[in-house]
Nanobody, 126 residues
Framework: VQLQAFGGGLVQAGGSLRLSCAASGRTFSRYALGWFRQAPGKEREFVAAISWSGDKTIYGDSVKGRFTISTDGAANTVHLQMNSLKPEDTAVYYC????????????????????WGQGTQVTVSS
């Protein structure tokens, strides 16, 4: 299984970025895809997750109303649209995939994810 995250960069506060994560190596129909982030000296933080079908989403409190997660099943890709970015959003962003049996809630902890991408840096300047 491979998860390839891309789309990070440098943006001014108030700006937008769109991260993408391309998944390959297996069928993901019973998986959830998530985004986490880690700033220097801090623990990895949950950002958002989505069921592979796209019918369920969940967001971390710090990004609710500003970030939107979505999937493109045909392209095996999950996106994270980040608007109204703040300097505190600066971190390395990681995509991850974890098993999610039908009807089970989305998981917001790192332990719930089996596969991880390499991370992409997002820097928001003030």
């Amino acid at each position: 299984v491979q998860l390839q995250a891309f789309g990070g960069g440098l943006v001014q506060a108030g700006g937008s970025l769109r991260l993408s994560c391309a998944a390959s190596g297996r069928t993901f129909s019973r998986y959830a895809l998530g985004w986490f982030r880690q700033a220097p000296g801090k623990e990895r933080e949950f950002v958002a997750a989505i069921s592979w079908s796209g019918d369920k989403t969940i967001y971390g409190d710090s990004v609710k109303g500003r970030f939107t997660i979505s999937t493109d099943g045909a392209a095996n890709t999950v996106h994270l649209q980040m608007n109204s970015l703040k300097p505190e959003d600066t971190a390395v962003y990681y995509c991850a995939a974890g098993r999610r049996p039908n009807g089970k809630p989305l998981i917001t902890t790192t332990a719930g994810y089996d596969y991880w991408g390499q991370g992409t840096q997002v820097t928001v300047s003030s």
